[in-house]
Nanobody, 115 residues
Framework: QVQLVESGGGLVQPGGSLRLSCAAS????????MAWYRQAPGKQRELVAT???????NYADSVKGRFTIWRDTPNNMLYLQMSSLQPADTAVYYC?????????WGKGTLVIVSS
């Protein structure tokens, strides 16, 4: 069974930084598109950033210049470096990946930005 497991969430003060990680485990051939989404309390899930297998990257306007997505393709890992965090970034962050053409989701990791 293929799983995506996120880690790295927590409580951080405004202006601080956090790094999220996502590990794909199990038996599979390849991971294609990978992405981070987030869902704030009372809001719909929204796309934060995507990275294709060949490396093309897109960011939501709200995080451009503050967040950086990258992947370690041989080890099936996905990362999100978040800087200059704001209270509006408070959300559960989800890892999403196209694994052997199946759309998979992790269970999420909570990020709270508060003083």
């Amino acid at each position: 069974q293929v799983q995506l497991v996120e880690s790295g969430g927590g409580l951080v003060q405004p202006g601080g930084s956090l790094r999220l990680s996502c590990a794909a485990s199990g038996s599979f051939f390849a991971v294609y598109r990978m992405a981070w989404y987030r869902q704030a309390p009372g809001k719909q899930r929204e796309l934060v950033a995507t990275i294709l297998r060949e490396g093309r990257i897109n960011y939501a306007d709200s995080v451009k210049g503050r967040f950086t997505i990258w992947r370690d393709t041989p080890n099936n890992m996905l990362y999100l470096q978040m800087s200059s965090l704001q209270p509006a970034d408070t959300a559960v962050y989800y890892c999403n990946a196209d694994v052997d053409r199946d759309d998979l989701w992790g269970k999420g990791t909570l990020v709270i930005v508060s003083s």
